[in-house]
């Protein structure tokens, strides 16, 4: 019987290499780069901004945050609720507390 060997059948459809002759392509550095903001009309003061650094002059001057920026919050329940007046109270605290702590990670 013969002597088993393995190959290597490389991502990009390459004809297959026996294992011991393949070296894996080096891996370029982790960097990405993202392109910049689209330009925008703000919808509270009609002003046009444009990229990144729009988008945060925006925000400074009229005082808001980006929905993205509010991911993770809890919803408000509105329909179906059964619970208790005392558990309604304790769980608006909460997440009044919540809302306070996500919207004071951007005063400065």
Known sequence: MGVKQAWVYPR????PVP??????????AGYT???DLPDFVSPVD????????????HNLR?????VSDLK???????????R???????YDSNRKQLI?????RYVR
């Open 62 to 66: 009229n005082d808001v945050v980006p």
């Open 19 to 28: 294992r011991h002759l393949y070296t894996p392509p080096v891996k370029a």
């Open 33 to 35: 780069i993202m392109p």
């Open 84 to 90: 208790s007046a005392q558990e309604k109270k304790a």
């Open 12 to 15: 990009d459809g390459s004809d």
């Open 100 to 104: 306070i702590n996500q919207v004071n």
């Open 72 to 82: 993770g919050l809890p919803y408000l329940e509105a329909n179906s609720d059964t």
């Open 46 to 57: 009609g002003k046009v901004y444009s990229g990144r650094a729009g988008m945060r002059e």
